[in-house]
């Protein structure tokens, strides 16, 4: 599986060239599309890279099945606003031996080794390949049964990534939206009354981004997008069947 992923992976990556259907062989026959990285600058030093073809359908179809089956999903119970909730999706932590533990929501998930899981193993080098110079040793594994289940609105900005954290997310099955929004900032928060909403609405109005995560895509996070932005997967009825996503990190020690 190793071996063919990473042959899939390298007639792809990384280098913005011509554009899908440009290509054009020695004698000017067409040649098979090679889908480019596209990427989104948030503005502030954030930035976002999508690459909705990272992986060819049917190996991502292979991995959803063995992530499904084999991962040790759990539901657990989170603390939002002060209240106690179930997390509305199943999940799963991964991580390097050692490493400063990951908390969130209340909530600190057991670090399962890698060795257990060659799918994962398997991911993460295609990844890694995919973007040079990267290196992740933990990921946060989120299953979303259907479109009832999402994640809210937030950013993991948690100490243990760093100022700048790289975030890399591969997502198997349903296709769902991604959505960003900027963080409110200080100078509108603080200012009051008529001009503090003609300053909200100002300032909020174009800073929204939504990307449509499909079967086999990989969506970056970089810069100072998670200080900066929140993001979410809301919940969407027409999505019917399994979502799972991958979001690859880096603890720093
Ligand atoms: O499912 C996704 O696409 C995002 C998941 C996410 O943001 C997270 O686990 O922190
Ligand atoms: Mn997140």
Redesign the pocket.
Known sequence: MASRLRLLLGKRMPNPGPEVGELKGEEGEARKPVPRPELTDLGGGSEVVHIPRFMDRETAWEMFEQLDKRIPWTRPTIRVFGRSAVQP?D?CYVADEGLTVLKYSGYQPHAHSWDGFPVLKDILKAVHEALPGSYFNSV?L?R?KAGSDY?SW?A?DEPLYGPTPE?A?V?FGCE?D?LLRKKPTKSAASVSGEEAARKRLKISAPQQHSFL?KHGSL?VMRGHTQRDWQ???PKRAKATSQ?I?L?FRRVLS
């Open positions: 999706r999940t946060v989120n979303y994640v937030h993991d975030i997310s997502t769902r991604f995560l969506l993001h979410a997967v979502r996503n979001t």
